[in-house]
Nanobody
Framework: QVQVVESGGGLVQAGGSLRLVCTAS????????LAWFRQTPGKEREFVAA????????ESADSVKGRFTISRDNAKNTMYLQMNSLKPEDTAVYYC?????????????????WGQGTQVTVSS
């Protein structure tokens, strides 16, 4: 069992930056690939970015490429999402998710563990 908790959300103006943090407890953090998803009311959960267990491989959605960076620090059991040049369309609840292998990372169905989410609101 892995428990993941997100933090770092908030209200920011368009063009601003936020850093989301996902902290984990339970089983060995480095045994899990991690990802960020986001969701707005009435829409399906959307893939944002994912990172492999060792941090050597990362993937991100086209909509955030060049603006968002995913990283992890296994010594601290922590994953980050640095979000720059934020746009109003980035407004959503952001979720941290974990699974054993980074296969088909964009599919939400493959993740075993989810956090409760953190709200990000970007004003225009």
């Amino acid at each position: 069992q892995v428990q993941v908790v997100e933090s770092g959300g908030g209200l920011v103006q368009a063009g601003g930056s936020l850093r989301l943090v996902c902290t984990a407890s339970g089983r060995t953090f480095s045994n899990y690939a991690l990802a960020w998803f986001r969701q707005t009311p009435g829409k399906e959960r959307e893939f944002v970015a994912a990172i492999s267990r060792g941090g050597d491989r990362a993937e991100s959605a086209d909509s955030v490429k060049g603006r968002f960076t995913i990283s992890r620090d296994n010594a601290k059991n922590t994953m980050y999402l640095q979000m720059n040049s934020l746009k109003p369309e980035d407004t959503a609840v952001y979720y941290c998710a974990a699974k054993r292998l980074l296969d088909n990372p964009a599919s939400a169905n493959g993740y075993d563990y989810w956090g409760q989410g953190t709200q990000v609101t970007v004003s225009s």
